[in-house]
């Protein structure tokens, strides 16, 4: 089992900058699957950025080029990195794990890109 606990979020203007971090409550480096999902009002939850064990990631078109997802093993941390925000990136920001075939949510952190 394992806790995770986003931080990070908060209101930027558009072309801002944050990077949100997601920490776990045990080793992740065991962990080979975890994403970052955002849910804007309205919206169904969808999927933005995964990344592997190995480090291997993937990115949905809408985000490729500005968010970088990364991974700490050593402090048990999911980050994601948000660079040339737009108002279309606001959402509530979840990281999610999937270990043993259970999935894992954190309680998301809002992001909110407006002028």
């Known amino acids: 089992q394992v806790q995770l606990v986003e931080s990070g979020g908060g209101l930027v203007q558009p072309g801002g900058s944050l990077r949100l971090s997601c920490a776990a409550s045990?080793?992740?480096?065991?962990?080979?699957?975890m994403r970052w999902y955002r849910q804007a009002p309205g919206k169904q939850r969808e999927l933005v950025a995964f990344i592997g064990g190995g480090g291997n990631t993937v990115y949905v078109d809408a985000v490729k080029g500005r968010f970088t997802i990364s991974r700490d093993n050593a402090k048990n941390t999911l980050y994601l990195q948000m660079n040339n925000l737009k108002p279309e990136d606001t959402a509530v920001y979840y990281c999610?794990?999937?270990?043993?075939?259970?999935?894992?949510w954190g309680q998301g952190t809002q992001v909110t890109v407006s002028s």
């Open positions: 999610n794990a999937i270990d043993w075939g259970k999935s894992y």
């Open positions: 045990r080793d992740i480096r065991s962990i080979n699957v």
